[in-house]
T-cell receptor
Framework: KNEVEQSPQNLTAQEGEFITINCSYS?????LHWLQQHPGGGIVSLFM???GKKKHGRLIATINIQEKHSSLHITASHPRDSAVYIC???????????FGEGTQLTVNP | DAGVIQSPRHEVTEMGQEVTLRCKPI?????LFWYRQTMMRGLELLIY????????DSGMPEDRFSAKMPNASFSTLKIQPSEPRDSAVYFC???????????FGPGTRLTVL
């Protein structure tokens, strides 16, 4: 079992829709990172959170430590949101990120 | 700030050749990470440095891979000899503290023929 698991693997939405990507993680992970990778390949860190909720523009990330679950929400989705979204857990033991498989999001106009 | 700088952006080489990838982290960041991304395995940590010292190289696939950080502003990842299965995108990232946000470079797309 992977230490970080994401769902869904692929997601297609219409412009304007509310989008949720889920991530569950195992014991030993102290913080969750959400990354965005555009078709050009560059990786951008969106959020790093160890508790609660963070918001940046139309993006919201939440984490439930008891359930070991995090979600990334996109409100009023737009075609420019089309990208791969990667959840990564920070392993305290080993001081390293362990990555989920990514969610390919396509937002159609 | 220019962000993390990697060079070259693309590298095409033949099997058996030596390949050197370069990275300049963000000034003041004490942590530098090298990652590899493939379709089959996704993103994987190869090695990371703290204050120029290699801390964990357990992700380095085999002895053909080596990494150095001679000073705080420069790191190299070398593959010698290269093999077709090394074809991947190699990312460098830096961070001010462990567990903090990591800032990724644009990546080097390596193709070994």
């Amino acid at each position: 079992k992977n230490e970080v698991e994401q769902s869904p693997q692929n997601l297609t939405a219409q412009e304007g829709e509310f989008i949720t990507i889920n991530c569950s993680y195992s014991v030993g992970i102290s913080a969750l990172h959400w990354l965005q990778q555009h078709p050009g390949g560059g990786i951008v860190s969106l959020f790093m959170l160890s508790s609660g909720k963070k918001k940046h523009g139309r993006l919201i990330a939440t984490i439930n430590i008891q359930e070991k679950h995090s979600s990334l929400h996109i409100t009023a989705s737009h075609p420019r949101d089309s990208a791969v979204y990667i959840c990564a857990g920070w392993k305290t033991s080993g001081s390293r990120l362990t990555f989920g498989e990514g969610t390919q999001l396509t937002v159609n106009p | 700030d220019a962000g993390v700088i990697q060079s070259p952006r693309h590298e095409v080489t033949e099997m058996g050749q030596e390949v050197t990838l370069r990275c300049k982290p963000i000034s003041g960041h004490d942590y530098l990470f090298w990652y590899r991304q493939t379709m089959m395995r996704g993103l994987e940590l190869l090695i990371y440095f703290n204050n120029n010292v290699p801390i964990d190289d357990s992700g380095m696939p085999e002895d053909r891979f080596s990494a150095k950080m001679p000073n705080a502003s420069f790191s190299t990842l070398k593959i010698q000899p290269s093999e077709p299965r090394d074809s991947a995108v190699y990312f460098c990232a830096s961070s001010p503290q462990p567990g903090n946000t990591q800032y990724f470079g644009p990546g080097t797309r390596l193709t070994v023929l």
